[in-house]
């Protein structure tokens, strides 16, 4: 499993981003409605609090 994750990206946010650019080439390709936005947000690391109050 972990070679799996490593093969995604080398970490979270890195297999987070391929992930989201993945599924937007396909959509293009199928020519599909891709209405996904993409946010990073700086310093909270792997604090959900942060995370989901960020936008607050």
């Excluded at 020519?31 to 700086?42: A, F, H, Q, R, T």
Aim: charged content about 30%; hydrophobic content about 30%.
């Amino acid at each position: 499993m972990k070679e799996l994750a490593i093969k995604q990206g080398g970490y979270r946010l890195e297999r987070g981003s391929n992930f989201y650019k993945e599924a937007s080439e396909l959509t293009n390709e199928k020519s599909w409605v891709y209405n996904w936005e993409i946010d990073s947000i700086k310093n909270v690391g792997h604090d959900y609090k942060k995370n989901v109050f960020s936008s607050s």
